[in-house]
């Protein structure tokens, strides 16, 4: 069983279009990040979010924290080609290790 | 972008034969972690360092080995590549927060 469950697990849409990804868990975090990785590349930090019901943007982009701290969504408005890629999730273990979910692939067409 | 490097980017390598991917950082971070990625599972820890000869095991250690004798370099060892083994490997480091960087990526093939 997967610590992190991330949904859907693949998404294509039109440019344009708004959707929305989801991390879910049955445990309580202290932080969770959001990475982006592209094609033959490593993931890259996105943001990380601390407080429960935390809301953060990063232009097209928003992020929020569940208020129970378990679960986080992230918000693409008026997707971009350049939005294309695997978007993970991550969490610190109780030994301070990061544990990725399995990702959301997604596709904007042009 | 953090000063992180992997070496080779690509290798074919044959069964039984070992392997050593390397990983060389610039940023003088403490943290340096190996992962393999997969279809269907995500990034998954294979070994970490806290500091120079100091690591751990991680979810998937077993078959490799890892060696820090740098604060710059983290070595992971495949002593004896299997095709289980292919896959993608990246090298992470961290400093004094949660957050980590990823290399590039090494995309092995064992046939």
């Known amino acids: 069983t997967q610590l992190l469950e991330q949904s859907p697990q693949f998404l294509s849409i039109q440019e344009g279009e708004n959707l929305t990804v989801y991390c879910n868990s049955s445990?309580?975090?202290?932080?969770l990040q959001w990475y982006r990785q592209e094609p033959g590349e490593g993931p890259v930090l996105l943001v990380t979010?601390?407080?429960?019901?935390e809301v953060k943007k990063l232009k097209r982009l928003t992020f929020q924290f569940g208020d129970a701290r378990k679960d986080s969504s992230l918000h693409i408005t008026a997707a971009q080609p350049g939005d294309t890629g695997l978007y993970l999730c991550?969490?610190?273990?109780?030994?301070?290790?990061?544990?990725f979910g399995s990702g959301t692939r997604l596709l904007v067409r042009p | 972008d953090a000063g992180i490097t992997q070496s080779p980017r690509h290798k074919v390598t044959e069964t039984g034969t070992p392997v050593t991917l390397r990983c060389h950082q610039t940023?003088?971070?403490?943290?340096m972690y190996w992962y393999r990625q997969d279809p269907g599972h995500g990034l998954r820890l294979i070994h970490y360092?806290?500091?120079?000869?100091?690591?751990d095991k991680g979810e998937v250690s077993d078959g490799y080995s890892v060696s820090r004798s740098k604060t710059e370099d983290f070595l992971l060892t495949l002593e004896s590549a299997t095709s289980s083994q292919t896959s993608v490997y990246f090298c992470?480091?961290?400093?004094?927060?949660?957050?980590?960087?990823f290399g590039p990526g090494t995309r092995l093939t064992v046939t």
């Open positions: 445990s309580v975090f202290s932080s």
């Open positions: 992470a480091i961290s400093g004094q927060t949660n957050e980590q960087y």
């Open positions: 940023e003088n971070h403490r943290y």
């Open positions: 360092s806290y500091g120079v000869k100091d690591t």
């Open positions: 979010v601390v407080t429960g019901g």
């Open positions: 991550a969490v610190m273990d109780s030994s301070y290790k990061l544990i």
